[in-house]
């Protein structure tokens, strides 16, 4: 019965147990447990052992089928048959496929150099097309519906050197004052004439004046000194040089203003002063316009000469290329040919 109780009552049942293990040894040998006799464990082992024995192999489609599990493993792809390497016999070209080889690279190549040589040809022409239209005369500058033409062609940035453009443009600034000059002038003059009949003789030497010296200059000293720039031309310096000293000394004579000479120079101006003081003053404002030419003619001339110097040339230079010029020109080779043979003519008929 009291057992029963014991057991009824689950306090005392743990007690017991808590009692029980108290009682146990701490000092006795640990109780040996083969961790192979658990149950789950020998389970597999027997379920895999039964798998290998029913494994052959042997068979084509024999597969490992565990007994315990339904799980179905795979087959493995079954590798592609290989083929033993075929080596390919060497084949070494023939004479013959050698030279048609050959011929149709220099086919190639010739067609490739025409086509170069076309290229070329277009290009020089179009080169031509453009330096005609590019130097087509340009000066002076007149309108399109004028029936006169320009007559020359310039151009500072494209024909002449960098270093020397400043003094080609004062000359040409030069030139333009000097017309300037020229034309104002023949308005004193005229005014001159309007108040004395006897001075016509003044505007009539002005009008001629104004119209020579103004294309003469621009011929015979700014378009020599302008291609002696261009072209490093000595004969076209030492021509400068020769023009130019004496158009100095004609605006010399022309600020002096000899009476009756066409000129509103500084000795008729002051002839007036007492007569007419405007046109005196007229006068005197051309008489310093020809002053300024003449002292910037002579500055511009010691300047160029400079250059000049510099430039290395020389006068035998000079008349090497006025030999050159001379005998290169057609006219001058036909002219002397015509008159070599008119005098040999002359010389057969006089015998």
């Known amino acids: ?85 075929i080596l390919q016999p060497t084949v070494e070209p023939s004479p013959q496929a050698n030279v048609s080889a050959a011929q149709l690279a220099l086919l190639r190549q010739q067609e490739e150099l025409e086509r170069k040589a076309a290229e070329l040809d277009r290009k ?82 002005a009008i ?22 261009r072209s490093d031309s000595s004969f076209n310096f030492f021509f400068f040089f020769f023009v130019f000293f004496c158009q100095i000394a004609l605006y010399v004579i022309q600020a002096v203003g000899i009476p009756n000479w066409g000129v509103s120079g500084w000795i008729a101006a002051l002839s007036w002063t007492s007569t007419n003081i405007a046109v005196a003053v007229v006068m005197m404002v051309v008489a310093a316009f020809f002053t300024a030419c003449a002292a910037l003619a002579l500055f511009l001339m010691q300047r160029v000469h400079s250059i000049f110097r510099r430039t290395g040339a020389s006068f035998q230079r000079a008349q090497e290329e006025f030999s050159q010029g001379v005998f290169s020109n057609p006219s001058v080779r036909s002219a002397a040919a015509t008159a070599a043979s008119a005098a040999a003519q002359s010389t057969f008929q006089g015998n």
């Open 208 to 229: 001629l004046w104004f119209l020579l010296f103004t294309p003469c200059a621009f011929l015979c000293w700014y378009r020599p000194v302008y291609k002696a720039f």
């Open 1 to 85: 019965e009291r057992e029963r109780e014991r057991e009824s009552c689950p306090l005392t049942s743990t007690r017991t147990k808590n009692m029980t293990e108290f009682d146990a040894n701490p000092f006795a040998d640990p109780v040996e447990i083969n961790p192979f006799q658990d149950p789950s464990v020998t389970q597999l082992t027997n379920a895999n052992q039964q798998g290998i024995d029913d494994f052959n192999p042997f068979t084509e489609n024999s597969r490992l089928t565990p007994a315990a599990t339904d799980t179905k493993v795979p087959n493995a792809p079954k590798p592609a048959p290989s083929q033993p390497a």
């Open 124 to 205: 020089e022409q179009e080169l031509k097309n453009e330096s005609y239209n590019a130097k087509r005369n340009n000066w002076p500058p007149l309108p399109s519906f004028c029936p006169v033409k320009p007559c020359f062609y310039q151009d500072f940035a494209a024909e002449i050197p960098a270093g020397f453009q400043r003094t080609v443009k004062m000359l040409y600034y030069l030139w333009m004052f000097h017309a300037v000059t020229l034309f104002l002038n023949l308005l004193a003059c005229l005014a001159e004439f309007i108040l004395d009949a006897k001075h016509g003789v003044d505007f009539g030497l």
